[in-house]
């Protein structure tokens, strides 16, 4: 009986220790299945890894090359507006210089040949004022001012010839009449009229949204061209004397 229950024992014994063996097996087994995976799973995101530089690599270029294009294509849209704005300036000077070369033209053929002056050939163009025509024409515009001015140098009016003049233009005349009394003043602005007959204006250029320069042909006396500039102080025109260019 006893020798049974020994063998019993040793029975059970191997039958655990087989079962122990076998689940130790099954345990290895699986342990090198999830160490396998591991390697695979890192294998797999240094592919990807490697796949996304070399993919990277080229985008990387081509946006660079895109961004090196579109600086270059805003460089050349820079120039091209210079050389627009030169167009236009050069397109203004060549027209200017054609308008001064005409009136030079006419100017030495009229002693000789009759012909008429630019401001009596345009008699009934616009900016073209004879000067019985001359009158009070307030400040609304530069050429307003400018008739306002020339009106009131004809009536020796020097009252509205300073209301007609920009603030330092005032205070340059005052200056030039610091020593003279009005009668004086008033018959010297008279005499500045005496040999004009008419006046035209060639070309009005607005320099900016407070300033005009009128170019102005007086017809009589010197026969001249001359550019006035005409600056708005508030809401009226005034004009502040030759302008130098």
Not at 148 to 165: F, K, N, P
């Amino acid at each position: 009986m006893k020798r049974i229950q020994q063998f019993v024992l040793a029975g059970l014994l191997l039958a655990g220790l087989a079962v122990l063996w076998t689940e130790r097996r099954k345990v290895d087994a699986l342990r090198q299945e999830n160490e396998r995976l591991i390697e695979e799973r890192a294998a797999a995101q240094r592919l990807i890894s490697e796949r996304q530089t070399r993919q990277s690599g080229p985008q990387n270029e081509e946006l660079a090359r895109l961004r090196t294009e579109a600086s270059e294509v805003h460089k050349l849209r820079n120039e091209v507006s210079q050389l627009r704005a030169g167009a236009k300036e050069v397109d203004r000077l060549r027209t200017e210089n054609q308008q001064l070369r005409a009136a030079d033209r006419q100017l030495r053929a009229a002693p000789t040949t009759g012909v008429t002056t630019p401001a009596a050939a345009a008699g009934s163009q616009e900016g073209y004022y004879t000067k019985e025509s001359w009158a009070f024409s307030g400040y609304a515009t530069p050429e307003a001012a400018l008739q306002s001015a020339i009106w009131a140098m004809r009536e020796g009016d020097t009252r509205t010839l300073l209301a007609s003049m920009a603030p330092q233009e005032v205070a340059r005349m005052q200056n030039e009449w610091a020593n003279k009394s009005e009668a004086k003043i008033s018959a010297d602005a008279k005499r500045g009229t005496d040999k004009i007959s008419s006046i035209r204006v060639l070309e009005s250029r607005r320099l900016s949204d407070d300033e005009v320069v009128l170019t102005v042909y007086a017809a009589g006396g010197e026969d001249k061209v001359q550019k006035i500039s005409v600056k708005r102080i508030e809401a009226e025109w005034k004009l502040a004397g030759r302008k130098e260019e």
